[in-house]
């Protein structure tokens, strides 16, 4: 593992000095940890996986070449196989149920559906929200572009057959965070989950209200790993939201309701959840893999979430609905509170003797369906949001636009 930070080191030197650049395609058989196709496998390979993680790289066409271990997610897990690589180092990622207390490998695949958004020119259009003096600004995102070094730091309620929802308890609450608003004398709640040191991702629908034009500028509170609200609070400074849904007058708009809360208290010291990009991800393949919601439900057991306590569940991703690649469907329970909750994987990942347990975002929680619907006999109850893609790796982590002063 010392040989790992030593490289991780000097990859970071590295990707300071390296400039931007796409790839070429070629039909030659390369290692699949030779992300750059230079013929072997070195630290620039590292680099350049690490500068894609933040959103950073320029458009490329054939992303799925960043997947190295070949399991459908690109994510840290891929950096973590190359440097294993390059020190000779065993590696394995497996994902772990905390239901069956039992690790799953996703399978091995080579076929993948082409990321309309890595393989694309066209910018992504936002709005910002700043508090101080209440300013609405607008920007747009274009695929790489920016520097190399550029810095790196009320959901539909419902009722499911069976509320398998426990109290949450693990490491990661510490990553999410409890959002309270109030608009029109009423109180409403959402949840969110640290991305980065200063950066909270969320459903856009926590942050603005579409069907009127009013911005809900939450107030954040933090949880324990034991699933309870600490008395830290966080400062919000900003909202940004994608363009589409600020023009949208539906609330639950799932590929566009994401958002971006940045708040002035360094976060380094929290959980972290890592983003991925899960365009591949999808029905047969990842089938047996759990996935996991956690948010601050309003209501469990149609009694009131009076402490306002986090609740966890964990459940798989629907058949059905996978080849929507642009929001996520799972069957996992959900109601009213936890809007902006993270849909995610818990990793464990072993170099040689040492396990890493990892906590990746695959998707934010949107909205649900109770399958009660007379009109709709055939949909199975379900819960859904958007499907992480590059686009919001750059706008979480490569977002010049954001500022938390």
Not at 107 to 115: E, G, L, M, R
Not at 118 to 128: I, R
Not at 320 to 333: P, T
């Amino acid at each position: 593992m010392k040989k790992l930070k030593a490289l991780l080191v000097a990859m970071t030197m590295t990707l300071t000095a390296m400039c931007s650049g796409g790839f070429t395609a070629s039909a030659a058989t390369y290692d699949p940890c030779d992300v750059d196709r230079d013929g072997e496998v070195t630290i620039l390979d590292v680099v350049t996986l690490d500068r894609y993680l933040i959103g950073g790289l320029i458009y490329e066409k054939e992303y799925n070449r960043f997947d190295t271990d070949k399991n459908l997610i690109i994510d840290e897990s891929d950096v973590t196989c190359i440097l294993a690589k390059l020190v000779e180092s065993s590696y394995s990622n497996k994902y772990y149920s905390r239901a069956t207390k039992k690790s799953y490998s996703a399978p091995n695949v080579s076929t993948f559906f082409p990321d309309c958004d890595a393989a694309s020119y066209l910018a992504a259009d936002y709005v910002k929200y700043n508090r101080n003096g209440g300013k609405v600004s607008f920007y747009s995102l274009s695929p790489g572009l920016e520097s190399a070094d550029a810095d790196m730091s009320g959901n539909t309620a419902s009722t499911f057959a069976v509320d398998d929802r426990k109290v949450a308890n693990g490491p990661e609450n510490t990553g999410i965070v409890h959002l309270t608003f109030y608009e029109d004398g009423k109180v409403g709640s959402g949840t969110g989950f640290i991305v980065g040191n200063h950066q909270i991702a969320t459903a856009a629908h926590c942050v603005y209200n579409c069907e009127d034009g009013k911005w809900r500028f939450p107030s954040v509170c933090t949880y324990g790993t034991d699933g309870k609200l600490t008395s830290t609070y966080l400062t919000a400074v900003e909202l940004h939201i994608p363009f589409d849904y600020y023009m949208s007058e539906k609330e639950f708009d799932p590929p566009h309701d994401y958002a971006l809360i940045t708040v002035k208290e360094d976060l380094s010291s929290y959980t972290k959840f890592s983003v991925a990009t899960s365009y591949n991800v999808g029905e047969n393949d990842f089938a047996n893999i759990p996935l996991y919601v956690t948010g601050c439900p309003s209501v469990v057991d149609n009694k009131h979430n009076a402490n306002d306590l986090l609740y966890s569940a964990e459940g798989r991703m629907l058949n059905s609905y996978s080849n929507n690649k642009e929001v996520l469907y799972y069957d996992i329970y959900s109601s009213k509170g936890q809007s902006g909750s993270p849909v995610y994987t818990i990793t464990d990942r072993k170099v040689d003797n040492e396990t890493t347990r990892v906590y990746t975002a695959l998707g934010v929680m949107s909205s649900s369906y109770d399958g009660t619907d007379e009109d709709l006999p055939d949909l199975e109850p379900l819960s859904w949001g958007a499907r992480f893609t590059k686009k919001h790796l750059q706008f979480y982590l490569h977002n010049s636009n954001m500022s938390w002063e």
